[in-house]
């Protein structure tokens, strides 16, 4: 189960920050956008590293920067004046990030035949929604207008709001896209603000996923 399957990233980071610690290395994180915004990531697994690059990214953008990676690595092959480490990457024949890894179907890779979308919505799906409720800052009730099933709209906007608290701790981004802050607390109570019928859409949490982390964080501002 999701036990057993959660061991083996926070297993391969710990080898991976004994590498980082002997070599002077920085650890990178691999979450994206969709998967962060979600929770579809493993606390002191995939999260662990000192910088989330591809934090601010959806999941769908990734896939085209592999493959624009890709052409640009290639058009520098031979370029004069590349620094050596540059001229290594770009010397083999069809890119730096191999074609299977941008081909394949998304996987966690934690059980045999695993697929990210035996969970999830689909990215083109899952990033659109993410993108009106998160961007343009739009109620459960008005994503479902532009054509997006209910039940997968009110899944999505559900998770995002209950894995505020693994979000929390993701390390520092390169730079935050404007609204994507919606996604932390302050801003999520603003959304609240702006669509108050959508608390009563949702599923009532509970006491201590609300009151209790607005507190702490009135405390701390004292």
């Known amino acids: 189960n999701e036990t057993e399957e959660n061991m083996q990233p926070r297993l391969r980071v710990m080898t991976l920050m004994a590498l980082s610690n002997k070599f002077g290395h920085l650890l990178l994180t691999t979450g994206n ?5 979600v929770g579809y990531c493993t606390m002191y697994g995939d999260m662990a590293g000192g910088l989330a ?3 601010d990214v959806p999941k769908t953008m990734v896939y085209e920067l592999a493959r624009w990676i890709n052409s640009d690595y290639s058009s520098r092959r031979g370029r004069k004046g590349d620094p050596p480490s540059v001229a290594a990457a770009t010397s083999g024949a069809a890119g730096i990030i191999p074609r299977s890894t941008i081909e394949k179907a998304p996987s966690a890779e934690l059980k045999p035949n695993q697929k990210d979308q035996d969970t999830l919505p689909s990215y083109e799906i899952l990033d659109e929604i993410l993108r009106l409720y998160v961007e343009e800052n739009l109620s459960a009730r008005d994503i479902v207008t532009h054509g997006f099933d209910e039940k997968t709209v009110r899944w999505v906007q559900r998770r995002v709001d209950l894995n505020e608290y693994k979000r929390e701790q993701v390390r520092r981004r390169p730079s935050d896209a404007d609204r994507t802050k919606i996604c932390r607390f302050e801003l999520r109570v603003l959304h609240r603000a702006l669509h108050p019928c959508q608390r009563l859409e949702t599923v009532p949490q509970p006491f201590y996923l609300i009151e209790v982390p607005l507190f702490l964080r009135l ?4």
């Open 219 to 222: 405390y701390r501002r004292r």
């Open 53 to 55: 690059v591809i934090s």
């Open 33 to 37: 956008k969709s998967e962060l915004a």
